[in-house]
């Protein structure tokens, strides 16, 4: 409440035992001076109500929001920037955010062939991974003819070879996962492990 003085009484300005609500109104027994304060005159100020104490709201239980997977970068060895050779022509391409995007504009490349001009919608629509890789980065090679193990190279080995293996290396998109006791350990192909070495076209765009 607010402090109001009590006339003729020679008392000094006391607060009104309030609650809520003022003097001259039928709720008086729970807005009035002490009971020593004396007769009063003159006009007691409204008190302002006490307000209700809410409790605090429940934090309800909300789903984690989803991934948005139209906003994840495609990778830059991905074959949706690339055009399928003519034996190997195929439908859609294996990234299937980018592939969404070209197939909303162009149906005939996720329902007939990726061609030329899916790859170039993809180079417009899709937004390419940063081409970063690191020289010490292994890449899944080959299996080996005698051991039937995988042959793994690193990206340094890849930059220092010739024209035309790279080339070759880089064409390869199968790569290799085995179990390693609980675990599944897998290696990329050249082009999604090494793209600066590849100099892939996605790096360029």
Known sequence: GTSTGVAGTGMKPQKPNCKFGTFD??????????????????????????????????????????????????????????????????KGCDHSSCENKVCEER????????????????????????????SEDDFFWKISKRSEEPILKTCGWLATQKERKIRNACRRTEGFTFMDEENEVGFGPARFVCPVSCKLRACKI
Request: charged letters at 25%.
């Open 25 to 90: 109104q039928g709720n008086e027994s729970d807005c009035k001076p002490p009971d020593d304060a004396g007769p009063a005159t003159g006009l007691i100020e409204v008190c302002e109500s006490v307000p209700t104490l809410n409790p605090p709201p429940v934090p309800s239980a909300t789903p984690a929001p989803t991934p948005n997977v139209e906003g994840m970068c495609t990778p830059p060895g991905s074959d949706c920037f690339t055009m399928r050779k003519k034996k190997k022509w195929g």
């Open 107 to 134: 149906d005939s490349c996720c329902i007939k062939k990726w061609v030329k001009n899916c790859r170039n919608k993809a180079k417009r629509l899709c937004n390419s991974c940063a081409c970063v890789e690191s």
